[in-house]
T-cell receptor
Framework: ETGVTQSPTHLIKTRGQQVTLRCSSQSGHNTVSWYQQALGQGPQFIFQYYREEENGRGNFPPRFSGLQFPNYSSELNVNALELDDSALYLC?????????????FGPGTRLLVL | GESVGLHLPTLSVQEGDNSIINCAYSNSASDYFIWYKQESGKGPQFIIDIRSNMDKRQGQRVTVLLNKTVKHLSLQIAATQPGDSAVYFCAEKGGTGGFKTIFGAGTRLFVKA
């Protein structure tokens, strides 16, 4: 186990709704990255947070937003859900934001949009 | 654009044999290359990484080889065990991609008893 936890484990929403997913980092880790993993594909980078600020973003629309809290836990918010948002959402924490730092992944939240 | 791809989507090996999983990458400026293992219902698990200034790195039962000339990365698993059955992803980060980790599509490894 990596020490990274995510909640909830599963979630069902309908198109147009909003969702909030949560991630608790491994102890001592100040950087959190979020990924979307569609079925049968590799994870796609959404964004990264370092010390409560967004450190960079992948090719996702603004309706994907996030927060990082003083304890370095994090939230991913998705507004106006679309069917294609159905996926496994993964968070990963690391000791820092530089590429040399290993990322440790949580088990993911599986989101189904109907 | 940047991409990290895998040669084969599925690999089947006999228990006890060595496994070799291959990966091609396109960004010559990438600085780190990483292998992850993902079991069903779990998040990716870090296996081993290699920096671009190296061509080989060994871990416990695993070896990663990097050939920058042909932009090729491989993961060798010695004495493959049933517990090695999973999807394996290569990924790259650093260089022009910076902090982003770019994953390939994955190779599913089946270990036959």
């Amino acid at each position: 186990e990596t020490g990274v936890t995510q909640s909830p484990t599963h979630l069902i929403k309908t198109r147009g709704q909003q969702v909030t997913l949560r991630c608790s980092s491994q102890s001592g880790h100040n950087t959190v990255s979020w990924y979307q993993q569609a079925l049968g594909q590799g994870p796609q980078f959404i964004f990264q947070y370092y010390r409560e600020e967004e450190n960079g973003r992948g090719n996702f629309p603004p309706r994907f937003s996030g927060l990082q809290f003083p304890n370095y836990s994090s939230e991913l918010n998705v507004n106006a859900l679309e069917l294609d948002d159905s996926a496994l959402y993964l968070c990963a924490s690391s000791l820092g934001r530089t590429p040399k730092e290993t990322q440790y992944f949580g088990p993911g939240t599986r989101l189904l949009v109907l | 654009g940047e991409s990290v791809g895998l040669h084969l989507p599925t690999l089947s090996v006999q228990e006890g044999d060595n496994s070799i999983i291959n990966c091609a990458y396109s960004n010559s400026a990438s600085d780190y290359f990483i292998w992850y293992k993902q079991e069903s219902g779990k998040g990716p698990q870090f296996i081993i990484d290699i920096r671009s200034n190296m061509d080989k790195r060994q871990g416990q039962r695993v070896t990663v080889l990097l050939n920058k000339t042909v932009k090729h990365l491989s993961l060798q698993i010695a004495a493959t065990q049933p517990g090695d059955s999973a999807v394996y992803f290569c990924a790259e980060k650093g260089g022009t991609g910076g902090f982003k980790t770019i994953f390939g599509a994955g190779t599913r490894l089946f270990v036959k008893a």
